[in-house]
């Protein structure tokens, strides 16, 4: 009888393919823009790194299942307070840098913090501890980040909560802090290559622009497609909250996840693909 305890549920491989597109023709967008070779041959190398990262965490260990969440929120939120360590730039307070690379923090803890909300069974820690996250978003000046953090958070702290005051006062910050995140809006001026990346692919050609925004569609959609049963909600949570990630682009200023430049959002992505290919990974040994 073979032994199939350390292999990954067929579901999961699915999980391989939803990045490529956008990670493929972002790379050819920059290469073909001309911008810097070392730019967008590290952006595909970090790609190509994460996919085979999840290949073996899918394959050898879960992840989340047994990861404590309160050291996770501990230093996710030490992360995002680090951004504060300087003046930023432009008034604007999202990125530590390490070395050569300047790292969105939000960008990349966000879906954690989220997956750590979905765990804790403490519905008051819970909301103060979105609250707190919604709040420091708003002191970086990231109206994409409070948008969609916000959002996403909402879904899982109404399910959790029973108390009707209580729902209504989280719906309220919840459209409170994003109508203030973007009365606010910051004036940092867009990137070619990471803000104004699917510019540049209708720039080259029609078809390149068509199939980028489809590219950027499927990012979210196994979030939606592939949630079991029992974690339904946080699956949709997550895919509400990278589709927003993508929808705010088309009003300011803000990365194209995975397509433009940056690893940042690669590195949330991921996260989020982990935790959704555990899920899948989980729910087919329970119910095989």
Same mark, same amino acid.
């Given at each position: 009888?073979?032994?199939?305890?350390?292999?990954?549920?067929?579901?999961?491989?699915?999980?391989?393919?939803?990045?490529?597109?956008?990670?493929?023709?972002?790379?050819?967008?920059?290469?073909?823009?001309?911008?810097?070779?070392?730019?967008?041959?590290?952006?595909?190398?970090?790609?190509?790194?994460?996919?085979?990262?999840?290949?073996?965490?899918?394959?050898?260990?879960?992840?989340?299942?047994?990861?404590?969440?309160?050291?996770?929120?501990?230093?996710?939120?030490?992360?995002?307070?680090?951004?504060?360590?300087?003046?930023?730039?432009?008034?604007?307070?999202?990125?530590?840098?390490?070395?050569?690379?300047?790292?969105?923090?939000?960008?990349?803890?966000?879906?954690?913090?989220?997956?750590?909300?979905?765990?804790?069974?403490?519905?008051?820690?819970?909301?103060?501890?979105?609250? &707190?996250?919604? $709040?420091?978003? @708003? %002191?970086?000046?990231?109206?994409?980040? +409070?948008?969609?953090?916000?959002? *996403?958070?909402? =879904?899982?702290?109404?399910?959790?909560?029973?108390?009707?005051?209580?729902?209504?006062?989280?719906?309220?910050?919840?459209?409170?802090?994003?109508?203030?995140?973007?009365?606010?809006?910051?004036?940092?001026?867009?990137?070619?290559?990471?803000?104004?990346?699917?510019?540049?692919?209708?720039?080259?050609?029609?078809?390149?622009?068509?199939?980028?925004?489809?590219?950027?569609?499927?990012?979210?959609?196994?979030?939606?497609?592939?949630?079991?049963?029992?974690?339904?909600?946080?699956?949709?949570?997550?895919?509400?909250?990278?589709? &927003?990630?993508? $929808?705010?682009? @088309? %009003?300011?200023?803000?990365?194209?996840? +995975?397509?433009?430049?940056?690893? *940042?959002?690669? =590195?949330?992505?991921?996260?989020?693909?982990?935790?959704?290919?555990?899920?899948?990974?989980?729910?087919?040994?329970?119910?095989?």
């Amino acid at each position: 009888m073979s032994n199939n305890k350390n292999k990954p549920a067929e579901p999961t491989i699915i999980l391989f393919f939803p990045i490529l597109p956008a990670l493929l023709f972002g790379t050819y967008i920059m290469a073909f823009s001309e911008v810097p070779k070392t730019l967008w041959m590290m952006h595909l190398g970090f790609g190509m790194m994460g996919i085979a990262l999840q290949w073996v965490v899918f394959r050898f260990r879960p992840v989340f299942k047994k990861v404590n969440p309160y050291p996770i929120i501990l230093i996710s939120m030490l992360l995002l307070l680090l951004t504060f360590w300087d003046d930023g730039f432009q008034d604007v307070n999202r990125w530590v840098s390490i070395g050569a690379f300047s790292l969105n923090i939000g960008l990349m803890v966000s879906p954690l913090i989220l997956i750590q909300i979905h765990k804790i069974q403490n519905q008051t820690f819970a909301t103060l501890l979105s609250l &707190l996250a919604v $709040l420091i978003f @708003l %002191f970086q000046s990231d109206a994409s980040l +409070v948008t969609a953090f916000s959002v *996403s958070a909402s =879904i899982k702290l109404l399910r959790k909560n029973s108390s009707k005051t209580t729902k209504g006062l989280i719906l309220i910050a919840a459209i409170g802090a994003s109508a203030m995140a973007w009365y606010n809006l910051d004036s940092l001026p867009a990137v070619s290559y990471v803000e104004d990346i699917l510019s540049l692919a209708w720039k080259i050609s029609g078809f390149l622009g068509i199939f980028s925004v489809l590219s950027l569609v499927l990012l979210p959609l196994p979030f939606f497609v592939l949630a079991s049963k029992e974690n339904r909600t946080m699956a949709y949570s997550l895919g509400l909250y990278f589709f &927003l990630i993508l $929808l705010v682009t @088309l %009003f300011g200023n803000f990365p194209v996840m +995975v397509m433009g430049y940056g690893i *940042s959002p690669i =590195i949330g992505y991921f996260i989020g693909l982990i935790w959704l290919g555990e899920e899948i990974s989980r729910s087919k040994e329970e119910n095989p």
